[in-house]
């Protein structure tokens, strides 16, 4: 079934807003100071981090193009790359490259020689599911090239892939909470191969299936709340699971509660959620450029191939 136009505001709308309402929380006393200057616009609205950017730049590349054109990708992340909006160390300097005349091809493995395992390509493919929601097999190797434009390592795909994976099913299945994660669980079970992920996989399926509902500290330091893919993804997977019958300020405080990578655990967790519920309960929070946001998700929902 297709998704609704509420479940694609939900999606981009949750992820924007975890982002930008998790960013303030997130880091020691020097990030949160530096984050109180840049962390809201002129009209005081939470502004977003690159999470959102770089996602709103997948968008403008699928709504131009109908799908990944890397070179346009790799120009779009580049032009729109701003130093106050906290990109990742590795994909920061990757992007001053790109703008300096170098190519992606090259550039992305300067400053990690096989390429970031960041969790930069996951944070950002909500878009991809959104666009090709019908088709898992063409969603995932639009993932695959959206994500090596600047994260070349296994397992920054693989967690641009279960991302997109879990997306596509929160925004297809129209089940009940209980019912869609015990088929997000089951296609991750059978998809992801690398170690990093089966073992969180199998402790959070544990946890979420006997409502073990641990404390954010402790499922932070088990699944994980870092910047790398595979510590964060199942995280965001996970948290959002157990939130997709709760109100959305359950799901941030929760996500706060983690600490470490808040602004993409938010971001990541958002999105599932919104893609599920919609856009009904994010209505009351104020966003930088949310008429934008909306704007972007109704043109995905209108142009999307079926
Ligand atoms: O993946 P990336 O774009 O970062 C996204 C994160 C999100 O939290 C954003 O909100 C933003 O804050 O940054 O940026 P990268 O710098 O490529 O990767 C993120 C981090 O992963 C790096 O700073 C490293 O700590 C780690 N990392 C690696 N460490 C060692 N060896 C990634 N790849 C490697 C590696 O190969
Ligand atoms: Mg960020
Ligand atoms: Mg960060
Ligand atoms: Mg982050």
């Known amino acids: ?36 200057w840049v962390g809201t616009t ?24 109908g799908e990944i054109h890397q070179d346009r990708l790799a120009a779009t992340f580049a032009r729109h790359y701003h130093w106050s909006r906290g990109y990742g160390p590795g994909t920061a300097r990757l992007l001053r490259r790109i703008r300096r005349g170098a190519a992606w091809q090259t550039a992305r493995t300067a400053q990690f020689p096989q390429g970031s395992y ?22 995932l190797l639009q993932t695959q090239l959206a994500a090596e434009v600047t994260h070349a390592h296994p397992l920054a795909l693989e967690g641009a892939e279960a991302m997109a994976l879990a997306l596509q099913t929160a925004l297809t299945h129209s089940e009940d909470g209980p019912t869609l994660g015990a088929a997000v669980w089951a296609q991750l079970q059978a998809y992801c191969t690398a170690p990093e992920f089966l073992s969180r996989l ?29 510590t964060s993804v199942i995280t965001a997977i996970y948290v959002a699971l157990c939130h997709l019958e709760a ?48 704007a972007i998700a109704d043109q995905l929902h209108d142009h999307a191939p079926v």
């Open 247 to 294: 109100d959305f300020l359950d799901l941030l405080a929760f996500v706060a509660g983690l600490k470490g990578d808040v602004d993409t655990l938010g971001a990541m967790a958002g999105a599932i959620w919104g893609a599920h519920r919609g856009a009904a309960g994010l209505t009351e929070w104020p966003l930088e450029r949310r008429a934008e946001v909306v």
């Open 118 to 139: 960041g969790n930069g390509a996951a944070m950002r493919v909500a878009p991809l599911a959104l666009w090709f929601h019908a088709d898992p097999a063409t969603l």
């Open 202 to 230: 199998a402790l959070a399926q544990t946890w979420w299936q006997g409502q073990a509902n641990p404390p954010p500290p402790w499922v932070a330091q088990h699944l994980g709340h870092g910047t790398a893919a595979h």
């Open 1 to 36: 079934m297709k998704p609704s136009r509420e479940q694609y505001r939900g999606c981009l709308l949750g992820l924007a807003l975890g982002d930008a309402l998790g960013a303030p929380r997130e880091g020691g006393w020097l990030e949160r100071r530096l984050w109180r």
């Open 42 to 65: 002129r009209q005081g609205l939470p502004r977003w981090t690159d999470d959102t950017q770089m996602t709103l730049d997948v968008a403008e590349v699928l709504l131009r193009e």
